[in-house]
Each structure stands twice: as C-alpha cells, then as structure tokens.
T-cell receptor
C-alpha cells in the first residue's frame, strides 16, 4: 500500500495557484517526499522533492510541515498544460518509487 | 534528446506471442528501472538494475518476464507467451545512483489481442 494519501481530484482556474495536499503521517526520518506528474499517455515527469526544508524550482514549490506528516505542492500559476495526475511519493534514499492513485488535477480556462 | 528512450512506443501482439521492449537510459545513469502501468492505476515497480546486475525483482515479474542489461547500458524486457492481462504501458526509468532523482521514459504500450 502507498504511504501517502491524496485527494482523488481537484480543479484549478488557469492563472491561479494550485495547492495540492498530501498526507504521509507514517514517514520515517530518512524518507524523502517526491512529486511526479503524468500527463495523459506519457511517462511520469519529475517535479520536485524534499526531506525537511521547503524547496522551490522552476516548476513548483514544496512545503513540508515541521512534523513532516504532510506536504503541499504549489503550482504558482497554473496553465492548461498542467492538467495531469499528480503523485506524491515517500521513499527512502535508494529510490524505489511506490505510486498511489494520485490526484487528477484539471485546470480550466 | 538526452532523456530515457523506449522502443517500440506501441506494440499490438496476438496472445501467445513473445514481445521485447528496449530501453536506453540517460547517458551514464547506472541505475535502470522497469515499471508497469495499467489503465487508471499508478505505475508499479517490476525490477531494477545497478549497472548490469539485476538487484531486485517484484513478485509481479512472473516467470514469463525476463529483463536484461548485458553491458550496463541499454536494457531489454521480454514477455514470453503473452496474455491479455499483460496489456499495459511498460515504463523504463533511470538514475545516477541511490538517492538521486529517477527520470522516466515515455513508455511502451502493449496491447495483447
């Protein structure tokens, strides 16, 4: 079973920020939080990952709570091309990824 | 393009036939992974290699499945005596080493008729 819980789906208006929550209450100290997304019929695309600190790159920001039991992926200005399934994954350092069902995000005009 | 490359992208085969998929990882990535994804589900781990050594196989990898990475570069995934339940997208991914980000290819779609 996946170690994370995500909402099944969410909608977001184009141009607005999309905030995707993820619960990982059983995360252990050496496990990272990874986010991937998968656009229909394509392979998963890496977005961002973190251990304890908040992280930001050109695609998104990752906010991890102090107790590390949950996190939020933020897409600052959603576009129609951000419509995808977003996966939150918790993994130890060797990198085997266990995908859950993810969150289907639909960005609407 | 320097990403993970998979071939063929689509394959339709009759039940009972053998199929082989090829994966070329990102250059110098010593870890290579195979995943399988069925419609509506997230990808499922099948196996991974560190260089030419196959270090772990999932219980999903039945005896009809075999993966190789003979020279530590490209890899092949062969499915013998295909069944309709094998219809899925087969994803290849690679990374530099443990703790490094895993990058996926575009996948190879298999349809068994």
């Amino acid at each position: 079973d996946a170690k994370t819980t995500q909402p099944t789906s969410m909608d977001c208006a184009e141009g607005r920020a999309a905030n995707l929550p993820c619960n990982h209450s059983t995360i252990s100290g050496n496990e990272y939080v990874y986010w991937y997304r998968q656009i229909h019929s394509q392979g998963p695309q890496y977005i961002i990952h973190g251990l304890k600190n908040n992280e930001t790159n050109e695609m998104a920001s990752l906010i991890i709570t102090e107790d590390r039991k949950s996190s939020t992926l933020i897409l600052p200005h959603a576009t129609l091309r951000d419509t995808a399934v977003y996966y939150c994954i918790v993994t130890d350092s060797w990198g085997k990824l266990q995908f859950g069902a993810g969150t289907q995000v639909v960005v609407t005009p | 393009d320097t990403g993970v490359s998979q071939d063929p992208r689509h394959k339709i085969t009759k039940r009972g036939q053998n199929v082989t998929f090829r994966c070329d990882p990102i250059s110098e990535h010593n870890r290579l992974y195979w995943y399988r994804q069925t419609l509506g589900q997230g990808p499922e781990f099948l196996t991974y290699f560190q260089n030419e050594a196959q270090l772990e196989k999932s219980r999903l990898l039945s005896d009809r499945f075999s993966a190789e990475r003979p020279k530590g570069s490209f890899s092949t995934l062969e499915i013998q005596r295909t069944e309709q339940g094998d219809s899925a997208m087969y994803l290849c991914a690679s990374s530099l080493a443990t703790g490094n980000t895993i990058y996926f290819g575009e996948g190879s779609w298999l349809t068994v008729v």
